[in-house]
């Protein structure tokens, strides 16, 4: 499909990985309170709507992609009738996703094409480019989907929907090291449920000044042993693979692996985006499908 073709608007979204992510016990409607460092990075998603005769999906990637509804149950479906909803009746769409973003990864790949679908279909339908208001619309779809909106940096409180944005100095160089399998999030969480047992658990007040200061200023070597996932015990549980994934690729010279969210992409820190490839090239050597990037300062966008 061409971006030339009537009607269309394509709107890219990045990935994101969480630099810190605590989770407190549920509370009485099931959800868990979350601090988390979300950061976006130079992975990218694009997704392009125009008006059609009916709904209709595609999927266009260079891997493995057929876990992924093409239904009512997709988030960029329900994307679509959360704006019908709002405006009244709005014409169906025929959407095409271009994939970089690993499937069920822990990397928000759903909600950031969410987030992508929710400003295409803004702009095709008159809504206006009112980030706060669309922010709003993104809460119903799910917690990492506001802070997809609008990518950069951010301190995520609440469900992780309740953001603070966070200015950065210098971009950090990651190892992105992706699966062929997946992970569901919402079973993670439930794991680690069960393996914290009936303890209460709250999430800290602040994510610390030391961690904040590295992560502002890119200085990767002070941040690497205060990058923290509650989720990680819980992922490696349900996937033990992933020990011998953070295992390689801290042996391939990473300052530090951790699980990416509720996994199973596992995120290597390296000093810089050099260090960052020759990591990378160690992992490929080994047959694993890993990726030198930078974060990135920017969010979700209309594509030029």
Known sequence: MSSETPGMVTVRA?????????????????????????????????????PDDEMTIEIRAGFDVSSIPLDE?????????????????IPPSRITIDKAIPVSGGMAGGSAD??????????????????????????ALGSDVPFSLVGGSAVGRGRGDVLEP???????????????????TPEVYRHLDVIRG???????????????????????????PLLHNDLQPAAVSMMPALERV???????????????????????????????????????????????VQTTALGTHRSQ
Do not use: M
Request: with cysteine; charged share 20%.
């Open 166 to 184: 966070f200015r950065i100095e210098q971009p950090l160089s990651l190892i992105i090291v992706s699966s062929d399998q997946t992970l569901s």
């Open 198 to 224: 009936d303890g209460k658990i709250s999430v800290p007040d602040s994510l610390g000044d030391d961690f904040l200061h590295a992560w502002r200023e890119g200085d990767a070597i002070a941040l690497a």
């Open 14 to 50: 990045p990935g994101k990985v969480n630099l810190a992510l605590h989770v407190g016990s549920p509370d009485l409607t099931g959800f868990h309170p979350l601090l988390t460092a979300f950061q976006a990075v130079d992975i990218w998603d694009s997704v392009s709507v125009v």
């Open 114 to 139: 969410a987030a992508a679908a929710v400003i295409a279909l803004a702009e095709l339908n008159s809504l206006g480019p009112d980030t706060t208001h669309l922010r709003d619309l993104c809460r």
């Open 246 to 292: 953070l295992d390689d690729t801290a042996a391939a010279d990473a300052l530090t692996a951790i699980v990416s969210g509720s996994g199973p992409t596992v995120i290597g820190l390296a000093r810089d985006l050099e260090h960052a490839s020759e990591v990378a090239a160690k992992l490929t050597e080994q047959n694993y499908r890993a990726t030198a």
């Open 73 to 89: 149950s997709n988030l960029v479906w329900r994307a679509h009738q959360l704006i019908n909803e709002h405006l009244g009746e």
